[in-house]
């Protein structure tokens, strides 16, 4: 469970304060009902279209949504310290994607593994929950995911948090090069290269690359992450993914046009050493974003991982200084 802690200042950071803000007399009186157990986790199942899709789930349920959606190769795993962090006072529901966590991994042959159908079935999911309005917490694939969601919902988006999440071309550097070969020709020559990213050394690569300490880093991390991605079958999905997001580049310039148009308040917190999505993808935010506080973070890819306690602080403050409400 996190702490309230003061961010010191790091080589080339932000410092930013992360203590929560003091609930008012008046504030209290409208405050979420809080229970003994409302940092508790509860890891729950539910069907969509067939499949049983899993999600965390922690906080009072009459309190502002937030709705985390996780990037590659991981799953609901990556927030299990950012749930109990801000259960206490948001209601905190994180699922896994087809193909990712303990949900259904159904083969290519039986899904479709495309970034318009893992929005699809998220779009089912929060109906089936029966969320109406939520704060999107977007990294990594949760990135093409969520704008999805944000772009055919405005009205149900109350803000963003984008951690290490690409809406740019800016943000498709060097690493990006053999992915765009993919995506003008899907053959095994293109994919031989790409299979690399879906091994034990890719995958604890992404967790401690320009990370500052990184004996702070779980080995846990990985050592999940691998078995997922070694199940039969997987590689394929995973595959398929990789092509898949060439689809997302075409759709930047209606993203954009949503975050100019709603304005939803975003906040920013990017960690700048990742060489994924580099912190040249995230300044370009600041040209259509006027509601937006920015942070870069001295840490990497997965920046929960080393500043999962300055990303709490700075979520908890910043939503309570928009006022986001709870609407169920």
């Not at 990985?222 to 759709?251: C, H, K, M, T, V």
């Not at 100019?260 to 700048?272: A, D, E, F, S």
């Not at 300044?283 to 259509?288: A, F, L, M, V």
């Not at 709490?312 to 709870?326: D, H, N, V």
Request: aromatic share 12%.
């Amino acid at each position: 469970m996190f702490k309230q802690i003061t961010l010191s200042l790091l080589s080339g950071a932000i410092v930013a304060l992360a203590f929560a803000t003091p609930i008012t007399p008046s504030a209290a009186a409208t405050a979420p009902t809080v229970r003994a157990d409302a940092r508790q986790v509860a890891y729950r199942t539910v069907k969509v279209d067939g499949l049983d899709i899993f999600y965390r789930e922690a906080g009072p349920q009459n309190a502002p949504t937030v709705l985390l959606l996780h990037g590659f190769p991981t799953s609901s795993h990556m927030f299990r310290n950012l749930i109990p962090a801000l259960a206490d006072t948001f209601h905190i529901v994180a699922p896994d994607y087809p193909g990712f966590g303990n949900s259904s991994m159904p083969t290519v042959t039986e899904f479709n593994y495309t970034f318009d159908n893992l929005a699809r079935v998220m779009d089912k999911f929060t109906e089936e929950l029966g969320l109406t309005r939520y704060t999107l917490y977007l990294q990594d694939y949760g990135a093409p995911v969520g704008f999805r969601l944000a772009a055919k919902h405005p009205e149900r988006v109350q803000a963003l948090v984008i951690q290490n999440g690409n809406a740019y071309e800016e943000g498709l550097r060097d690493f990006w090069t053999p992915l765009k070969a993919y995506w003008r020709e899907r053959n095994e020559t293109n994919a031989a290269p790409l299979r690399k990213f879906l091994e034990r050394d890719a995958t604890k690569w992404q967790y401690t690359h320009g990370v500052r300490r990184p004996e702070v880093i779980s080995p846990d991390n990985w050592l999940i992450d691998q078995p997922l991605l070694d199940r039969p079958g997987n590689q394929e999905i995973q595959l398929q993914l990789f092509y898949s997001y060439g689809s997302n580049p075409p759709l930047y310039r209606e993203w954009q046009d949503y975050f100019r148009r709603y304005q939803p308040p975003t906040l920013i917190v990017w960690g700048k050493n990742d060489q994924i999505f580099p912190a040249d993808g995230a300044y370009p935010y600041r040209r259509d974003l006027k509601n937006l506080e920015f942070h870069l973070l001295d840490t990497g890819h997965f920046a929960l991982e080393e500043d999962g306690e300055v990303i709490a602080g700075l979520m908890r403050r910043f939503l309570e200084a928009k006022a986001i409400r709870s609407s169920r």
